[in-house]
């Protein structure tokens, strides 16, 4: 199996960074896309940041120009960067990959058990 495992959440004021890492372990052949998402309570889960393996970034309009999302292949590893930080921003954080157990396999979705993030003064 591939396991994710994220940590860095926590607490911060309005205005204060924040930095989460995801590392994936077990048995993986190829990881492609990694992301994060957030769900605030009552809310859908929705997309925050992805990177492919080669590197192209997307965001949501949201957290443009405040989060950085990035990859360390060789430790299998994403971070997301999270500046600025708004009250807003507050949600449980999710990792995500797009990852090949090995090179017969499909390509299929595994997701991390989730952070807390809380933006409050």
């Known amino acids: 199996q591939v396991q994710l495992v994220e940590s860095g959440g926590g607490l911060v004021q309005p205005g204060g960074s924040l930095r989460l890492s995801c590392a994936a372990s077990?048995?993986?052949?190829?990881?492609?896309?990694m992301g994060w998402h957030r769900q605030a309570p009552g809310k859908q889960r929705e997309l925050v940041a992805g990177?492919?393996?080669?590197?192209?970034?997307n965001y949501a309009d949201s957290v443009k120009g405040r989060f950085t999302i990035s990859r360390d292949n060789a430790k299998n590893t994403v971070y997301l960067q999270m500046n600025s930080l708004k009250p807003e921003d507050t949600a449980v954080y999710y990792c995500?990959?797009?990852?090949?157990?090995?090179?017969?396999?499909?390509?299929?979705?595994?997701w991390g058990q989730g952070t807390q993030v809380t933006v409050s003064s």
């Open positions: 990177i492919t393996d080669g590197g192209s970034t």
């Open positions: 995500n990959a797009e990852a090949r157990r090995n090179s017969w396999s499909d390509r299929r979705g595994y």
């Open positions: 077990g048995s993986i052949f190829r990881i492609y896309a």
